[in-house]
């Protein structure tokens, strides 16, 4: 090496070291193993979401099992169709936390108030709740199939898509250690399990990817056995309420009340009611998880080992959630949906971005909520254990953010303007809405319903991280960095142009063509 000059880290277009891409599928064995994974991966914010809502709506364990198993049920199919017929990348469809905001101004609405009976109150509010994400699937297909946001997809920039993608992740940091510090006696150790079983036990055990490749499947039985002997040696007898809903593993309340068979269907909570203002106040939460679900598909693609995703695919994809946001509405759900940002994680962790583990997936998902005893025995898992897993995974998320930097140029003071004056207000601008706006409804779920329609959907965009950090990077971006080739260059524009159209490059229909020649009916642009 002596006389040798280094050289830097060369480009790679695509993720190298992936050793299952998007359309090379793994032997079944361990295909169905990884699709488990992801599944109980998935039930972190399955069950998290009703579990905040439904008591707030009058409703108890019995409603609370039921709403778990229809969101599970529409996420299943969603993340099908999302593999089948939106952008065919690797990614799992799951409730959003966008939407806890417009949910929770339903649910306080004054009109719900006076209805006394619990189960009523808890039917009538599902209504108003069906209604306006029936309204806000509508807004988002009309996004996405009419090619809306195909045309703001093309503005960006691997400069301006770091923080975008960056905050995806980061910007989920309140699910991560404070859903820990919830129960720091089981949500520590399973940061601890997770990370000797994938980091350092691959290091001595073999050459082949075992540990690494189900680590989840591996820390999370360990560390859900030892809150199981926590619970019997009476630890958390005499602790707080909080802290027993949180550690406990007999506390859930869901494999008692869950049905053994329940297939979920259109309205069966009955008609859904519509209210002008509050489908507003849905369609822009519907707005913000355009940009998460975004941020979430550039990573797809990149731990996937695709090519990056064309801007007329995002489109699809985002029209194809918004059919899986009217589907939620039509089946009664609490929330819309999303793109998972931890499942991407997992794609980093076990080197698989195959497609068909995605669909594997979705199927355990529609056979767990139609036979409820049995999914409600994994729902059971304490919070704080999924948690832990979460701080691992959504790092992996993060760090695809920065990865788009290789095509930027760092020595740009225009550049480190970009960067970070976006990254520092994707922090600040949301932490002053939690702070001061609703008074930071997540430390307890507190929410104050007191600024009207148009004041929650100010602050429904404004909470988001990623939002405000991919519109400030995307208005700097435009306006500072399109002068001449030299910025052009620095921002990676130059670099991008060819992956800005479907036709561009000859690769794309290797991983996002659809099925069946329908690319003769729905050509992507």
């Known amino acids: ?95 959003s936390y966008a939407y806890l905001v417009p949910v929770s101004c339903i649910v306080f609405a004054s009109r719900y108030s006076a209805i006394v009976d619990p189960h009523e109150r808890f039917v009538m509010t599902l209504r108003g709740i069906q209604g306006a994400l029936i309204m806000a699937g509508c807004f988002q297909m009309v996004m996405g199939f009419l090619g809306l946001w195909r045309s703001v997809v093309r503005f960006l920039s691997p400069l301006s898509i770091v923080p975008f993608v960056m905050f995806t992740g980061l910007g989920l940091y309140h699910l991560g250690f404070p859903m820990v510090a919830r129960c720091v006696e089981i949500g520590i150790p399973q940061i601890i399990v997770m990370v000797i079983i994938s980091q350092y036990l691959p290091r001595y055990i073999s050459n082949k990817p075992i540990c690494d490749r189900y680590a989840v499947l591996f820390s999370i039985p360990i560390v859900w056995l030892f809150a199981q002997i926590l619970t019997s040696s009476n630890v958390y007898n005499h602790k707080p309420e909080k802290t027993q809903i949180s550690c406990r593993t007999d506390r859930a309340g869901l494999v008692s009340t869950a049905p053994w068979v329940y297939v979920p269907y259109p309205f069966q909570w009955g008609s859904p009611t519509f209210n002008g203002g509050e489908a507003f106040l849905m369609m822009s939460a519907s707005f913000v998880s355009l940009f998460e679900s975004t941020g979430t598909f550039f990573i797809a693609a990149r731990y996937g080992s695709a090519t990056p995703i064309p801007p007329s695919v995002v489109s699809r994809g985002t029209g194809w959630m918004g059919i899986g946001v009217l589907l939620n509405g039509m089946l009664g759900c609490v929330t819309g949906l999303t793109a998972s940002a931890e499942n991407v994680g997992l794609l980093a962790l076990t080197k698989v971005g195959s497609r068909r583990v995605i669909q594997i997936s979705a199927g355990f998902m529609i056979f767990f909520s139609v036979f409820g005893k049995f999914g409600a025995f994994f729902a059971s898992i304490p919070l704080p254990i999924v948690a832990g897993t979460y701080c691992i995974l959504l790092g992996y998320v993060c760090s695809a953010g920065l990865g788009f930097l290789q095509f930027c140029n760092l020595n740009s003071f225009k550049t480190k303007f970009i960067l970070g004056f976006s990254i520092f207000m994707g922090i600040s601008i949301p932490q002053y809405f939690r702070e001061y706006y609703h008074h930071g409804y997540r430390d307890g779920y507190n929410f104050q319903n007191n600024h009207g329609w148009f004041g929650n959907m100010v602050a429904v965009i404004f909470m988001s991280h990623t939002t405000v950090a991919a519109m400030v990077a995307l208005i700097l971006d435009c306006t500072l960095s399109r002068e001449n080739d030299e910025t052009r260059n620095d921002n990676g524009l130059i670099w991008w142009e060819k992956f800005r159209f479907y036709n561009s490059d000859v690769r794309n229909d290797e991983f996002y063509a659809l099925p069946l020649s329908l690319d003769k009916l729905f050509p992507a642009l």
């Open 1 to 95: 090496m002596a006389g040798c000059e280094l050289q830097p880290h060369p480009v790679k277009e695509q993720q190298p070291g992936i050793q299952y891409c998007v359309n090379s599928p793994p032997p079944w064995p361990e295909a169905i193993a990884l699709g488990f994974q992801h599944y109980i991966l998935s039930l972190g914010m399955t069950v998290l979401i009703p579990s905040i809502i439904v008591p707030q709506m009058g409703g108890g364990d019995a409603e609370k099992a039921r709403m778990i198993q229809t969101l599970l049920f529409a996420s299943g199919l969603n993340t099908l169709f999302q593999s089948l017929f939106g952008t065919r990348l690797p990614t799992v469809i799951v409730g």
